[in-house]
């Protein structure tokens, strides 16, 4: 039974439009969570982080916004740039293990 | 620094040969780890390490041995390849823990026939 969910494959979005990823989660363990964005033939980067202790955290254009008692995470970016085009996945901690959702392909369309 | 590295790019193997996939970091990081990514399931962890002469279990470590015998190395040995093992695997270290920033490897496609 996957823990980490990304119910959506992919999504595309206007250049200069926000782009909204979202990921769910089961386990009420998990105490930190990460977004990585990967691009082909790459392996992922870190883009952003945020605890459990806290609701937001923002960097730049990118929001992840962390609703516990849903058990939902999503990342906002604000403005979208054609360079954002990837795929980005969810990682969830909980010990010294990682649990990655299974990804969402953005396109963002000049 | 090189950050992380990974050797061979790419490899294709027989059922029931062996092989050790190379991994090596340059940054001085403690916790180091091994991924395979299948399309639609994302990464699932392999094994990690917390620093040398410590390995743990990950979520798929069926089929697969690490050892750390330095900071800097972490090889992932496989003994008999399947061809359920068919993946790209990535190798990522970060400073302490697997919730610090993660620094990934670019990956060793693995084909096994």
């Known amino acids: 039974d996957q823990q980490v969910k990304q119910n959506s494959p992919s999504l595309s979005v206007q250049e200069g439009r926000i782009s909204i990823l979202n990921c769910d989660y089961t386990n009420s363990m998990f105490d930190y969570f990460l977004w990585y964005k990967k691009y082909p033939a790459e392996g992922p980067t870190f883009l952003i982080s945020i605890s459990s202790i806290k609701d937001k955290n923002e960097d730049g254009r990118f929001t992840v916004f962390l609703n516990k008692s849903a058990k939902h995470l999503s990342l906002h970016i604000v403005p979208s740039q054609p360079g954002d085009s990837a795929v980005y996945f969810c990682a969830l901690n909980a010990g010294n293990m990682l649990t990655f959702g299974g990804g969402t392909r953005l396109m963002v369309k000049p | 620094n090189a950050g992380v590295t990974q050797t061979p790019k790419f490899q294709v193997l027989k059922t029931g040969q062996s092989m050790t996939l190379q991994c090596a970091q340059d940054?001085?990081?403690?916790?180091m780890s091994w991924y395979r990514q299948d399309p639609g399931m994302g990464l699932r962890l392999i094994h990690y390490?917390?620093?040398?002469?410590?390995?743990d279990q990950g979520e798929v470590p069926n089929g697969y041995n690490v050892s750390r015998s330095t900071t800097e190395d972490f090889p992932l040995r496989l003994l008999s390849a399947a061809p359920s093992q068919t993946s790209v695997y990535f190798c990522a270290s970060s400073y302490w823990t697997s919730s610090d920033e993660q620094f990934f490897g670019p990956g060793t496609r693995l084909t096994v026939l």
């Open positions: 390490s917390v620093g040398a002469g410590i390995t």
């Open positions: 940054m001085n990081h403690e916790y």
